[in-house]
């Protein structure tokens, strides 16, 4: 069993920056894929970022140049650094563990952009 935890959301202001942090439980995490996925009121999730256990990163569109992510497996954790932040970045942030056929979630944490 896998438990993710992330922390690091709140509100900011337009070009500001927020970095999200997702903590695993358990001993897969370095061997997994992990992705951070977003929800806006009244949108479906969709995904941000991935990083392959190996280090290889993919992003959407709407965030690449602006988001950054990392993990340190050393410590079981995922990172997502966010810069020049909109407002329509403004959702629920969920960090996802993937290794198939295992798929694991966290709670989410807000990340509000508003003036």
């Known amino acids: 069993q896998v438990q993710l935890v992330e922390s690091g959301g709140g509100l900011v202001q337009p070009g500001g920056s927020l970095r999200l942090s997702c903590v695993a439980s358990?001993?897969?995490?370095?061997?997994?894929?992990m992705n951070w996925y977003r929800q806006a009121p009244g949108k479906q999730r969709e995904l941000v970022a991935t990083?392959?256990?190996?280090?290889?990163?993919d992003y959407a569109d709407s965030v690449k140049g602006r988001f950054t992510i990392s993990r340190d497996n050393a410590k079981n954790t995922l990172y997502l650094q966010m810069n020049s932040l909109k407002f329509n970045d403004t959702a629920v942030y969920y960090c996802?563990?993937?290794?198939?056929?295992?798929?694991?979630w966290g709670q989410g944490t807000q990340v509000t952009v508003s003036s």
């Open positions: 358990g001993s897969i995490f370095s061997i997994a894929a």
């Open positions: 990083i392959t256990s190996t280090g290889s990163t």
């Open positions: 996802n563990l993937a290794l198939r056929p295992l798929s694991y």
